[in-house]
């Protein structure tokens, strides 16, 4: 298994709060992703960072903002967490030196907004 | 863009039966192609996937992938499922994304094994 961790695996949150997601990589993998999981839509790109301070967006990344500085830590925050965060969340990684490339996902963040 | 349909959002089948799970992608002109497994609680694990080559992938635990060009699909099969298979199951194409590439997924199709 890659060495991805997520923490918390769990958290219930209210409106309106500040919420922060780690990603954790022990594989000095240079790309990082962050996915949510939705049902009926399978999983659908934040974020992604391409190395140390290098992030752009994915699809979904309105309300979310990310860091990363340092290559085995890529951080998710909701700057003030609505009911339609409420997903699952997956961090991913990848190699970055040959096309196209696996992916490897952690385990997952449920995260609940109330 | 990249998209991916795959056609049944849930598929029972009883235990030692064959099973298909179907998937289509929009064309493009190079194609890279994922199914990753996601059992209860957990995330997602790499089935199989399709860079080039012989259009029949094969994967772990049984599975295995064609690869149809002219039917852009990439349907995921095994000939006798087990009770340990029930879980859902996503389709993915891999498309650029400036310097990186992202996946784009399917909906998903949860599998479940009946005894």
């Known amino acids: 298994d890659a060495g991805i961790t997520q923490s918390p695996r769990h958290k219930v949150t209210e409106t309106g709060t500040p919420v922060t997601l780690r990603c954790h990589q022990t594989?000095?993998?240079?790309?990082m992703y962050w996915y949510r999981q939705d049902p009926g839509h399978g999983l659908r790109l934040i974020h992604y960072?391409?190395?140390?301070?290098?992030?752009d967006k994915g699809e979904v990344s309105d309300g979310y903002s990310v860091s990363r500085s340092k290559t085995e830590d890529f951080l998710l925050t909701l700057e003030s967490a609505t009911s339609s965060q409420t997903s699952v969340y997956f961090c991913?990684?990848?190699?970055?030196?040959?096309?196209?490339?696996?992916?490897?996902f952690g385990p997952g963040t449920r995260l609940l907004v109330l | 863009a990249q998209s991916v349909t795959q056609l049944d959002s849930q598929v029972p089948v009883f235990e030692e039966a064959p099973v298909e799970l179907r998937c289509n992608y929009s064309?493009?002109?190079?194609?890279?192609l994922f199914w990753y497994v996601q059992y209860p609680n957990q995330g997602l694990q790499l089935l199989l996937k399709?860079?080039?080559?012989?259009?029949l992938v094969k994967g772990i635990n049984g599975f295995e992938a064609e690869f149809n060009k002219s039917q852009t699909s990439f349907h995921l099969r095994k000939p006798s499922v087990h009770i340990s298979d029930t879980a859902e199951y996503f389709c993915?194409?891999?498309?650029?994304?400036?310097?990186?590439?992202?996946?784009?997924f399917g909906q998903g199709t949860r599998l479940t094994i009946n005894p």
């Open positions: 064309s493009s002109v190079s194609v890279y």
């Open positions: 991913a990684i990848s190699e970055g030196d040959s096309r196209p490339e696996t992916q490897y």
């Open positions: 993915a194409v891999s498309a650029s994304l400036g310097g990186a590439q992202k996946l784009v």
């Open positions: 594989e000095n993998h240079r790309y």
């Open positions: 960072s391409y190395g140390v301070k290098d992030t």
């Open positions: 399709y860079l080039s080559g012989s259009t």
